[in-house]
């Protein structure tokens, strides 16, 4: 057996000290009174005696501090190897996905998916950026699901003050974020921008091994961009309106990623996060080592409580019958 706070014994001290001090106050008064004064004096009646329950408490403070300080059987140690996989998730954060054509919008609609998505995802670890006509780290790599739901959930019209979609800022965002990466994966919610030729994304994705990943969050018929400060017009007053661009698909199927439409169900996203499983190799295994203990404390610590306990409590003693 061991301790694995073994510094903490040191405070056994405290309870042999106290009754040291206990039992020289105790000789103290019995030398100065005559014993049936004595007897009178520290005689409670019908319960513990003062002496046995000071001796009660300092045994259960001892016992505590034994609890204190871990006592476990060290089985030895087991060596557990860890794999996962890096995936970044970028939102379209451009004015065209506040476009009404999915409800409520396509951006509320996207942050809906993300948070489906993180229900199926396993042994990743996620970051997420946010890109109109440059791109913004939200959050870095990491397994805290509950605080990307959080960043991402407050993700709102604050952040949209730029025009345009530029679907090279998350591409270079990825790269860096992952540069020590063999295997890199970037998925995009967006509803595809407004280019039709995505040739120099996608070199520039080849080139750093990035596989892409889209999500389109659009329809073909479109809808119209509602905002705060209200409907998004043209310079002739008219309300525009903005539509899917299905030439994000190649940018997707052109870096060996996937191209999916959204859907209204859950499975969308388990498939997807399906397909990014397997076409992501996990980076190599990182061996961490778990020491199997068997933990002891509870059965000092449940002994304290129980002479804590006596210690507090009135126990009358049996009195003897006259025979």
């Known amino acids: 057996m ?52 000071q001796a009660l408490l300092l045994c259960a403070m001892a016992l505590a501090i034994v609890a204190l300080a871990r006592p476990v059987i060290d089985r030895g140690e087991i060596r557990v190897k860890e794999e996962h996989i890096d995936l970044v998730v970028a939102f379209d954060i451009s004015r065209s996905m506040f476009a009404d054509d999915i409800y409520p919008n396509r951006f509320a609609f996207a942050k809906r998916k993300f948070f489906d998505l993180l229900e199926d995802l396993k042994n990743a670890r996620v970051g997420v950026i946010g890109f ?4 913004f780290l939200v959050a870095p790599l990491t397994r805290d699901y509950a605080s990307l739901k959080y960043l991402v959930e407050h993700m709102g019209f604050d952040y949209v003050t730029l025009k345009g979609t530029d679907m090279m800022a998350p591409l270079q965002v990825t790269a860096n974020l992952l540069k020590n990466r063999r295997h890199k994966a970037l998925l995009l919610f967006t509803d595809g921008g407004d280019s039709r030729d995505f040739s120099k994304e996608i070199a520039y994705a080849k080139k750093e091994g990035i596989k892409v990943f889209v999500y389109a969050v659009a329809t073909k018929k479109g809808g119209v961009m509602k905002l705060p400060d209200g409907v998004v017009r043209d310079r002739d007053g008219q309300v525009v309106v903005t539509r899917l661009n299905p030439a994000v698909a190649k940018l997707a199927e052109a870096t060996g990623g996937v191209y999916m439409l959204f859907s209204l169900g859950k499975g969308d996203m388990r498939a997807m996060a399906r397909a990014i499983e397997t076409r992501l190799r996990p980076e190599e295994a990182r061996e961490s080592v778990i020491h199997d203990r068997r933990e002891l404390f509870y059965y000092p610590l449940a002994a304290a409580v129980a002479l804590f306990l006596i210690g507090f409590s009135s126990l009358p003693r049996r009195k003897e019958e006259a025979a």
């Not at 020289?24 to 049936?36: H, N």
């Not at 109109?132 to 791109?135: K, P, V």
């Open 2 to 53: 061991t301790f694995l706070y073994p510094a903490a014994l040191l405070l056994l001290a405290v309870p042999a000290l106290l009754w040291l001090l206990r039992s020289q106050g105790g000789d103290a008064l019995r030398r100065r009174f005559a014993p049936e004064l004595y007897q009178k004096m520290v005689a409670r009646g019908g319960g513990l005696s003062r002496r046995t329950r």
């Open 132 to 135: 109109s006509s440059r791109a």
